[in-house]
């Protein structure tokens, strides 16, 4: 069975749920993602091996914005693996963002924050107390977006500081085409494509090089993600290059089967670039480094059909050479502790998306058979209207959310749990706060794609937390912090979350909802894993 549905919306649903928290975080709602500008007698600076940043100090944290991790791509470096940042001479200003990464602003306003190729920078979020002395484990962020969209700012990570004590790591990487242009002409080396996993890989080890400045232990590193940020870290899992830079990962919603292969991405490629006036493979090189960047926000498009694509890390490459979904099957990654979960209602907000897109849906039958094909009938069949109350929308959903979401995520951690230890989790608040426009639709959004975010960063974009989602909010991040100090989310007056040991399909799971906190051990029976594996 083809998997459409993941391919057809992320990207624009993904963007749309960035851009709604970005202004969220613009409209002076009172959780505004980075602090001001602190006055020169509160700063604190700190030496990096470029030179020396000032950020700000802020109660209980310190915050670092906007540190080159990498010299600028471009010129002769666009489509080139990161290089090393330039040195800077005396304090270099790390109060305020940096610039987004270039994207189609489009489908994701900036609301007036800047975007640029010179984007390759990263924030740094420390607890007070942290010194070289007295280290703390860090947590690197990689954000979602599809590949396509987002940036390291819109995730604030205050309470990870100072409720969690741990130093947390925001990573901008390029993206769309020119993080993951795949032609050959550009990589005569056999790395086709992968300028923006490169990237994640140049952050992680200048957290290696430099984080004990800020506090934190290079030896206690976590790779983290959510969406396209988890389908980055399941990449990391299984990369050469990535071997040793982090010692744990956490993974959130990530569809890590959605990924192109060599040949396919270098075929998009070639005609992209002639799309674009570089079709000559002798000159392409050239041609394409000498375009705008405005040019080339419309990204090559690899995995899917027709439009409705995306693009991303490339596999069977130097940089990627196996496809992290066939590594984790073949027990060929490393064994490393894993933190990994869906939300129980993920799809629910694309499905959202295309009722807003088109006021309405199609009818029921026809979304199938768009969606599945001649599977359509099986599924209708597994997911029948009247268990959900009548509403297309929410049988849909429910369809796509466990095959596209849980089931793959069942699969990932059932392979993983072979070597190490797996803790998973599934995010079930179904009053979780949603941007507003996803509650003009006729169906609850519930635990939606992404939003599990708000619990662990204060992001705007969204009503506030009420005290029960606030309570829950606490113990996501303590959990989640104690992960990254130890391996385990072990957590004191919580209720203990075990390993999901080798039989994932019946293995303990925490349930995350406001209330009680439980275990369960029927996602896979009650995601209907059994039959997706047989499409």
Known sequence: MPHRPTRRFVRVATALLASLLIAGCASGDGQSPVPPPAPAERSAVVQTASGAVRGVLAPGYRVFDGIPYAAAPVGPLRWQPP????????????????????????????????????????????????????????????????????????????WLATQGDIVVVTVNYRLGT??????????????????????????????????AEFGGDPDKVTVAGESAGAMSVCDHLVAPGSSGLFRAA???????????????????????????????PATAAQCLRALPADRLLRPPLYVGFDADMLTGPVSG????????????????????????GTNADEFTLFTAIKFLQNRGLPPYPKLLADTFGADAAAVEANYPL?????????????????????????????????????????????????????REVPFPVGAGHGLELRYLFDIGGAPPLDPAQRQLSDQMVEYWSQFVKSGAPDVTAEPQWPQLG??????????????????TTDFAARHQCPFWATR
């Open 83 to 158: 290089a090393s940042p330039v040195p800077w001479q005396g304090v270099r200003d790390a109060t305020r963002p940096a610039l987004r990464c270039p994207q189609d602003t489009k489908v994701d306003p900036d609301y007036g924050r800047p975007t640029g190729e010179d984007c390759l920078s990263l924030n740094v979020w420390t607890p007070d107390g942290a010194t070289k002395d007295k280290p703390r484990a860090v947590m690197v962020w990689i954000h979602g977006g599809g590949f396509l969209n987002g940036s390291a700012d819109i995730y604030d990570a205050r």
């Open 178 to 211: 020119l993080g993951f242009l795949a032609h050959p002409a550009l990589s005569p080396d056999g790395d086709a494509g992968n300028y923006g996993l490169a990237d994640q890989q140049a952050a992680l080890r200048w957290v290696r090089d430099n984080i």
């Open 250 to 280: 956490i993974l959130q919603s990530g569809p890590c089967q959605t990924q192109a292969d060599r040949p396919t991405a270098q075929r998009v490629s070639l005609d992209y670039a002639a799309s674009v006036g570089c079709g000559d």
């Open 317 to 340: 490459t130097d940089r990627l050479p196996e496809d992290p979904m066939a590594a984790i099957g073949l027990d060929r990654v490393p064994r490393v502790p894993v933190l990994i």
């Open 386 to 438: 009247q268990r959900y109350g009548g509403s297309t929308g929410l049988a849909y959903s429910a369809a796509v959310t466990d095959g596209e979401f849980a089931c793959p995520a069942d699969r990932i951690a059932a392979g993983l749990a072979h070597g190490a230890p797996v803790y998973a989790y599934e995010f079930n608040d179904r009053t979780a706060p949603a941007p507003d426009p996803f």
């Open 502 to 519: 080798a039989d994932a399909s019946t293995g303990p799971r925490l349930s995350l909802q406001t209330g009680k906190l439980t275990i």
